[in-house]
């Protein structure tokens, strides 16, 4: 399966899964109260100025970011041979995928959830900014929807030269 287009996008949803886990998702600064809060796939951390900061536990976010990148990681090792693995292997891969969105999706809800928290904390003007952290769902569902559809076509050109058999 490393020769194939659905390889390159299956692996692009790992990174770009375990991207998450290394960057910040979101973060606000209040200039005129010092305030700042973080979000990142661990902890959702809380300062005020002079004061320790507070921190809350956000590992679930992490544990389903590691959970859908190691599903993707599975697709992309599992199979060996194109034309073999192509007719077994059609419900399994879409299984993976469904999987695998299924995954992103509860992170990406998650993260609007605790960055609204975050907001509530860190009262005052403005919303904040996005990290890197937070692009790479997006990243992850569209190069999970590209593979799916290459999969789904690999499967159909595989079929089709049955045909002509």
């Known amino acids: 399966m490393f020769s194939r287009i ?3 996008f299956l692996f692009l949803v790992a990174v770009a899964m375990f991207g998450l886990l290394l960057f910040p998702i979101w973060t606000k600064t209040d200039s005129k109260n010092a305030v700042t809060a973080k979000l990142d796939a661990f902890t959702l951390t809380y300062q005020k100025p002079n004061e320790k900061p507070q921190s809350m536990p956000t590992f679930y976010i992490a544990l389903t970011a590691i959970g859908a990148g190691a599903v993707s990681l599975y697709s992309v090792l599992r199979y060996r041979n ?5 007719k077994v292997a059609l419900f399994h891969q879409v299984r993976f ?11 990406a809800v998650l993260i609007i959830l605790l960055q609204q928290q975050g907001l509530k904390m860190a009262s005052g003007t403005g919303n ?4 890197i952290g937070f692009f ?5 569902l569209i190069s999970n929807f590209m593979a799916s559809r290459y999969i789904r076509k690999d499967y159909n050109e595989v079929r089709s030269m049955d045909r002509l058999r």
Do not use: E, H, R, Y
């Open 128 to 131: 904040g900014s996005f990290g």
């Open 6 to 8: 659905q390889t390159i």
């Open 97 to 107: 995928t469904m999987v695998t969105s299924l995954l992103i999706m509860i992170t």
């Open 82 to 86: 194109q034309i073999k693995d192509t």
């Open 136 to 140: 790479c769902i997006p990243v992850a």
